[in-house]
C-alpha cells in the first residue's frame, strides 16, 4: 500500500469510490465536487491509498477557521472518507486516517473535526463526539410574526460577497463567544454563493442562506451580530408562510430566535454528531479562548497511541491558555478524553466514561475553564 497525494488525473476514481461508498451523484454535483476540490489538490489537502495503481481509499482535508469561546483558529475538517468495497477490513481506513492527521499537522492544525459515518474507527484514533448540528422545525407563521426592531438594509448576494461573509463570520462568532462553528475557505463560499436555487441575504451585520425543500423552507445559514439584523432576516424568511407552512432551520441550541417566537411548546429538534481530535496539545490551548474570569493550573497527562502524548502543565487565566511539558502528578486523560474536555465535556461525565482517572483536584476549573456548548451550522 502507497499513500501519495491526488492529483486532478485522480478524480473519476474518487468519484468511483465515493459512488460505492454513498450511492449515486447527480452529473451536476459531480461537476460542482470538482470545482470545490481542485484547490485542495495543490494544497496538499486531498490524499489516496494506493494498491499498486488502483486507488482504495482517499480522504479529503477541508481547511477551516472554527471558534472556540469567540476565538478563531484553523482547523481541518476530514471529510470525504471512502474505502472501496473490496479493501475493507484490510486497516485501510486506519492507515488513511493516519496520513490525514500527519498532513493536518504539518499544514498548521492543530485541531480537526469530521462528521462521522461510524463511531467506533475515528474513536479507535483519538477522535470523540463534542458537539452536534442542530435542526429545527418550526412553523413559518411564527417567523412572520416577528416583529421588526429597526429599519434595516439587506440585499441579494452572490459570488462576489464571499469576502465580505467571511468577516460578518468573524464579527458574529466572536461578539457571541461562540464554540465550534466553522467557516468556509474564500473560494468554497465563493462556489457556495453561486448556486441558483438558493436565496441569499446580506446586511452589514449578518446574512441568510435559504431555499425551498418540496413545501418547508430550509435555512442552511442565518447569524446577526445585531437584533435588528436577527429580526429581519427571521421575518424575510418567514414571509413565505403564504405557501410553506415549516421552516427547518440550523440553529445554535441557544440560538436567540427560539426565544422570539410567540409559542414554545413542543419541537421538532434533530441532530448530526460530530466529532473532534487535538493534534498538538500546546498549539490547541493556546489558539483556544477561555471565560475572561476563569483561573486553572493543572498538570495533566495525555495517552495518544497515535502522534505524541505527554504531561503537561496547564495554565488558563485572562481569556488566554499554554501547555508546557512538565514531569509530575495529575489526572490522567486519554487523547479522546482530552479533545472532549477541550470541547466543554464536563470532567464527572469523562471520568464516569473511563476517559479519566486519577488526580480530581483539579476537575472544577478545569470544567470553568473549558466551559462551552459546541454546536455547528454546516454540514461537511
Known sequence: MEIRDLTEADLDD?????????????ADSREKWRRMVLPALGEGRYLGVFDGSRLAAAARLRGFTQWWHGKP????????????????GRGVGTLIMKAVMDRAEALGDA??????????????IGYEHAGALHTVRLPAEDLRGIAPAGPVKLRRMGPGDAAEVVSVLHRVHALARSSGPVCWDEHIWGVRLGDEDDFLYLADDGYVVYRWKGDDIEVENLVAASRETLRALWSLVGSASSVARHVVASVAPDDPVLWLLRERTKEEVAQIRWMFRVLDVPAAVERRGYPAHASCEAVVTVDDPVRAGGTWRLELAGGSGAATPVDG???????????ALYTGVPTATLRLGGLM????????????????????????
Open 14 to 26: 474518487v468519484i468511483d469510490a465515493r459512488r460505492r461508498a454513498f450511492g449515486p451523484i447527480p
Open 73 to 88: 483558529q484553523p482547523m481541518a475538517g476530514v471529510a470525504g472518507v471512502t474505502v472501496n468495497p473490496e479493501d475493507r
Open 111 to 124: 485541531v480537526s473535526a469530521l462528521y462521522p459515518a461510524t463511531t467506533a474507527i475515528y474513536r479507535r
Open 329 to 339: 502528578p495529575g489526572p490522567r486523560l486519554t487523547v479522546n478524553g482530552f479533545s
Open 357 to 380: 482517572t486519577g488526580d480530581d483536584r483539579y476537575d472544577e476549573a478545569l470544567d470553568a475553564a473549558f466551559a462551552a456548548k459546541p454546536y455547528m451550522l454546516d454540514y461537511f
